[in-house]
């Protein structure tokens, strides 16, 4: 079945810098990729999504890479504020309705 | 307007009891599932269903029994709770393959 590895697991970055976060799928018959936030104590949320006819996607001060040869997205946010704090999930769609998540990356944000 | 909904947002029980929560969204969407959080905030996916049909069982033990009257409803029986269930339980729901999934706020389970 689908693999979904995540990294790092944590990341910690100063207000206003950039953050990364990558992720590598198994299934190559995977082609929706979406990306979650997930507050404290909160539910995951949808933050961007990309489908695999696209290589990037950006919405404001996020953007998303994906390189389908190398089975691999990443998560870009630029200008991080503390409010960007939160864990993040990649999420992969190999087969029918099932979405497999990453492990998560906890981003901490220091003012 | 809750599109996904689920209850009770806390449940604390002992061990060896039955215990159910139920789900419902108002989007109209196909699929619901049940994700299974623990305390890494590892997201697993534990059910699929699409119109009322079970799609995806990922083998979950079968002491957790999913129900779907209909395809806006999506509720999750759990016999004889182990100290290991502890974890919090998402419903979301989606419109069809290869889109957003939207979540519930989340039933977190407690087995003492």
């Known amino acids: 079945g689908e693999n979904v590895e995540q990294h790092p697991s944590t990341l910690s970055v100063q207000e206003g810098d950039s953050a990364v976060i990558k992720c590598t799928y198994s299934d190559s018959a995977s082609n929706y990729f979406p990306w979650y936030k997930q507050e404290l104590g909160k539910r995951p949320q949808l933050i961007i999504d990309i489908r695999s006819n696209v290589g990037e996607k950006k919405d404001q001060r996020i953007a998303v890479t994906l390189n389908k040869t190398a089975k691999h997205f990443s998560l870009h946010i630029t200008e991080t504020q503390p409010e960007d704090s939160a864990v993040y999930f990649c999420a992969a769609i190999p087969g029918f309705q099932k979405l497999v998540f990453g492990t998560g990356t906890r981003l901490l944000v220091s003012p | 307007d809750t599109a996904v909904s689920q209850t009770p947002k806390y449940l604390v029980t002992q061990m060896g009891n039955d215990k159910s929560i139920k789900c419902e969204q108002n989007?109209?969407?196909?699929?619901m599932y049940w994700y299974k959080q623990d305390s890494k905030k590892f997201l697993k996916i534990m059910f699929s269903?699409?119109?009322?049909?079970?799609?995806i069982n990922e083998t979950v033990p079968n002491r957790f029994s999913p129900k779907s009257p209909d395809k806006a409803h999506l509720n999750l029986h759990i016999n004889s709770l182990e100290l290991g269930d502890s974890a919090v339980y998402f419903c979301?729901?989606?419109?069809?393959?290869?889109?957003?999934?939207?979540f519930g706020q989340g039933t977190r389970l407690t087995v003492v």
């Open positions: 269903y699409n119109n009322k049909e079970l799609i």
């Open positions: 989007l109209g969407h196909d699929t």
């Open positions: 979301a729901s989606s419109p069809g393959h290869n889109t957003e999934a939207f």
